[in-house]
């Protein structure tokens, strides 16, 4: 989470021995029982009544060991952009302003260029069909020194993973790897596609995609996209989705549709 310098990482760790595992989960119950004649009445969540030190405190006659440590942590697309980051506008640059994970909710148009060679590489990729106005939303999650973007617009889903790499943004689908070169243009994200790679091997310049795609500020909590991609070699046009999305707390309801585990 947020803190005063910045991102920090916190980890808590806790052992237990002598068989005292099976304990922890009524530690929480054992604690606000000795704290009922300090608590309002009334039902309420009860997260809010029980502290870390309250339920370390609660353990102290077991045998059970405590650690906790802090890393400082950076957003990756702050990391890449470096002082160009707080020069994005706001909506976009708070949808990278996150260490953990963050979802997305919005709705999107998709346009698709025609012919066997395009819908081939939309096919590989799993870009979305056709369509004028369909529900799309995004999860991210960070992952070690990246991110993992889980992506469903309409019924196609499809992921990336973002990294750097010496220093430049990375986004791999599958087997190809491609290096983007972020660049901030009157507050808006620019995502020109300036190399790639099959695996470990990099791909001239004649089979690069031609990518065309920024964010940009819609409102205060809300930012659009627009991506259009043009195919290697040919340059047609392949696929395009445009639309806006705004963050998506836990508190807003709903579940995700992408059925991605946290954890995965």
Request: glycine residues 10%; charged residues 30%; proline residues 6%.
């Amino acid at each position: 989470g947020r803190v005063v310098q910045g991102w920090e990482r916190r980890r808590w760790r806790r052992v237990a021995r002598s068989g005292h595992g099976p304990s922890v989960p009524a530690i929480a119950g054992r604690v606000l029982v000795d704290k009922m004649h300090d608590l309002a009445p009334g039902a309420r969540a009860a997260l809010d009544e029980l502290s870390l030190a309250d339920a370390e405190a609660g353990m102290a006659d077991l045998d059970i060991s405590f650690t906790r440590d802090s890393v400082a942590v950076t957003p990756l697309f702050e990391a890449a952009l470096g002082e160009d980051f707080s020069t994005l506008a706001p909506a976009v640059r708070d949808s990278h302003a996150w260490v953990d994970a963050k979802r997305f909710a919005g709705r999107a148009r998709v346009t698709r260029g025609q012919g066997l060679y395009q819908n081939l590489i939309a096919r590989l990729f799993g870009f979305p069909p056709a369509a004028e106005d369909v529900p799309v939303e995004v999860l991210k999650l960070r992952r070690g020194d990246g991110e993992i973007w889980h992506r469903r617009i309409g019924d196609a889903r499809f992921r990336s993973v973002l990294r750097l790499d010496r220093g430049k943004m990375t986004e791999r689908f599958g087997p190809f790897t491609f290096t983007i070169g972020l660049t901030v243009e009157d507050g808006n994200l620019h995502y020109p596609v300036i190399g790639g790679r099959l695996g470990p091997v990099p791909l001239p310049r004649f089979l690069w995609p031609r990518s065309e795609a920024v964010e940009t500020a819609e409102e205060e909590d809300r930012f659009r996209f627009d991506v259009a991609l043009y195919a290697p070699l040919t340059g047609q046009f392949i696929v395009r989705y445009e639309g806006d999305l705004r963050p998506v707390s836990a508190e807003d309801g709903g579940a995700s549709t992408l059925g991605v585990a946290k954890a995965s």
